[in-house]
C-alpha cells in the first residue's frame, strides 16, 4: 500500500520519490512481488515460491512464505487484505515493499537455519561470514539445518553449542559450505562434478541414487533441498555438517 512505499523511499536518504530509485532496482523489486500463477489465501503454506523477479543468471528469485505463526512474506510483510480478485488473477495487499533478499536474508528468516545463523555469526570469528555473504557474490551455499547441526555437536562430549566449537575449526568447516563466484541450481550439477569451495578443499557431487555430497573426509551427505534463490546467491539445504 501507500504507506509500505512510503517507508521504503524513508529508508533510503537518497530516495525523495519513487523517479530517485534506479529503474532496474524499482523492476526487479516490482517483479519479486508477481507469482506467475493464481495463489489464494486458503492456498499458503511454509514454503518457497518462484517469483517473477531475476537473481544471479536470470533465475527466479524465490519469495519465502511462512503461515506458522500468522503469515509472513520475506521475513517481514504480513498481509492486510487477501483475494481480491482480478480477470486475470489475483490481489493481496501487503504493509511493505519487499526487497529481493541476499543469502544472508534468507537463512536470517528461516528458523531452520538457526544453528547456522549462530555459527556465522559467532563473535569469535576474525572472517566476517555476514560481511561476504552479503557481497555481490554469486554465491552458492550448501546450507546445513538445525538438525544436522545437531548431529555435529552430538559427536563431540564437549560441544553443547555451538559456542563450544573451536573457532578455527568453526570457520574452516564454514568455508567448506560455501562456493564463490557461481550461482549454481541442481539442474546444474552434474555426476561426480568436482567443486572447490570458499576454503580451497573440494567436494564432488553424487547423483547416483538422489543428489548427495561426498566430502574430502569421505562424508556422504544428502542434499534435502534446493534452489531457495537469492539476490546474490543460491541455497541447498544439507542433511548433515560438511567435514572436510
Not at 189 to 200: A, H, K, R
Amino acid at each position: 500500500n501507500n504507506k509500505a512505499f512510503t517507508d521504503l523511499l524513508d529508508s533510503n536518504p537518497s530516495w525523495n520519490s519513487l523517479t530517485d530509485i534506479p529503474e532496474p532496482v524499482l523492476k526487479n523489486v516490482l517483479l519479486f512481488h508477481v507469482l506467475g500463477s493464481k495463489v489464494m489465501a486458503a492456498d499458503l503454506s511454509d514454503t518457497y515460491v518462484n517469483t517473477l523477479g531475476m537473481g544471479p543468471n536470470d533465475e527466479a528469485l524465490s519469495l519465502q512464505v511462512a503461515i506458522t505463526g500468522g503469515v509472513m512474506f520475506n521475513g517481514m510483510a504480513s498481509p492486510l487484505t487477501v483475494d481480491v480478485s482480478a480477470s486475470n488473477g489475483v490481489v493481496h495487499v501487503i504493509d511493505k515493499v519487499m526487497l529481493p533478499p541476499s543469502i544472508v536474508d534468507l537463512a536470517i528468516n528461516n528458523p531452520n537455519f538457526s544453528s547456522l545463523v549462530a555459527a556465522l555469526t559467532d563473535p569469535r570469528h576474525t572472517t566476517d561470514f555476514v560481511g561476504i555473504l552479503s557481497g555481490d557474490g554469486p554465491f552458492t551455499v550448501f546450507a546445513p539445518d538445525n538438525a544436522a547441526f545437531q548431529m555435529l555437536l552430538d559427536s563431540d562430549p564437549m560441544w553443547n553449542s555451538v559456542g563450544d566449537i573451536p573457532i578455527s575449526t568453526l570457520d574452516a568447516v564454514l568455508k567448506y559450505h560455501v562456493v564463490n563466484n557461481s550461482n549454481v541450481q541442481s539442474d546444474q550439477l552434474t555426476d561426480m562434478q568436482q567443486v572447490t569451495m570458499l576454503s580451497g578443499g573440494m567436494i564432488s557431487i553424487d547423483l547416483s541414487a538422489g543428489a548427495a555430497i561426498i566430502t574430502s573426509s569421505a562424508q556422504t551427505v544428502n542434499i534435502t533441498g534446493t534452489d531457495v534463490q537469492g539476490a546474490n546467491g543460491v541455497i541447498h539445504s544439507v542433511a548433515e555438517v560438511l567435514i572436510p
